[in-house]
């Protein structure tokens, strides 16, 4: 099945290069340091100071941070009231946790399809899936570029469902002008190394809500809280607090808030590397008919995490499989992102059955992620570009 190197031929790269690289720099190994001396590993400062900042970046009035994008999920989830069955619409080409997060509180994930050339949730799909027991849409902004987010707040608004935006790929992006987290009725980041900026693990809900904001910070935190206005009895001492909801220990470290808030210094830094090196491929891509260049909507200025390369099979002579085996071949070692979550053995013990999303399945059948971060040099680009060309030249019908 694995194809090797092109016949006859040295490999386009000498040293492999990976699909996503986290950056780091002094300031944020100083900022760590500075955190382990100080006197709060957890529950002190930083936390505080990296909401203020989350918020400013975004305009979002609240922000919940949370030791990862999963748990901001399910925080998220739990904060919309979603509870057994209720139903959750979201996308099948994600992270098993977008659709994970109805399953933790007890409701039902349904698979929307996507749009065949943003490859985000199709907003009219949405809509034919709704019925009585929907409660909440999880729209995911895949590769960072923003969902639909006019059309979905209108569906939502109109069928009074709860918008959640999984900006695990997005922060940066702005939609019409505007930072995503800010818009959805809450917006879920993670700070995983893969994404665009790391706490090592990490994550945050973003809401303009206060309702939203008192819940989150209850499931947060076992569902303590010693604020008087939450109480519902007397206190007996001064050492007083209750468990007054479900909750659990989702809280992010100090030091982990401490990286965190140096490298959202980065943030437009990275942005912009990132969409120069996503202007490189498209420019050299939109010259192939073996390739097709993923839609960028107008109203999205993207903070590009993922760079999704889908082949045009009918030009070709060889599969998705072999052409990411032929990248690998040339030393550039790629990714897939999406499998659709429903194809995975737990959804499908669930009941949920193959075919369900067409346009999602093609996509998959078809993509790979090639080498997008901060750190890839001119020349690093230029070989990816050159390993796809040589390839796509070699295999073309
Ligand atoms: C990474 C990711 C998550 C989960 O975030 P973690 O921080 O790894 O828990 C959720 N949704 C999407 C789309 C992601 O890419």
Redesign the pocket.
Known sequence: MSIPAIEGGTPVREKKIYYGHQYLDQADYDAVVDVLKSDYLTCGPKIGQLEEKLCKLTGAKYAVVC???????HMAAMAAGLTKGDELITTPI?????ANCALYVGAKPVFADIDDETYNIDPESVKEHINEKTKAVVA???TGQAVDLDRLLSICRENNLVLIE?G??SIGTLYNNKPVGSIADMT?F???P??TITGG???AVLTNNEEYYKKLLLARSHGITRESSLLENEPDGPWYYEQVDMGYNYRLTDIQCGLLISQLDKLEMFKKRRKQIVDMYNRAFNELDTVIVQKEIPQSDTAR?LYILRLNTEKLRIDRRQFFDALAAENVICNV??IPVYYFPHYQRLGYKKGLCPKAEKLYNDIISIPLYYGMTDEDVQSVIDAVKKISDYYRV
């Open positions: 030791s990862n994008g999963t748990a901001a999920l994600t992270f098993a946790a977008s995911v902004d895949y999984d695990a790929h879920t993670s700070f995983h893969v994404k693990e990490g994550g995490h992102h999406y």
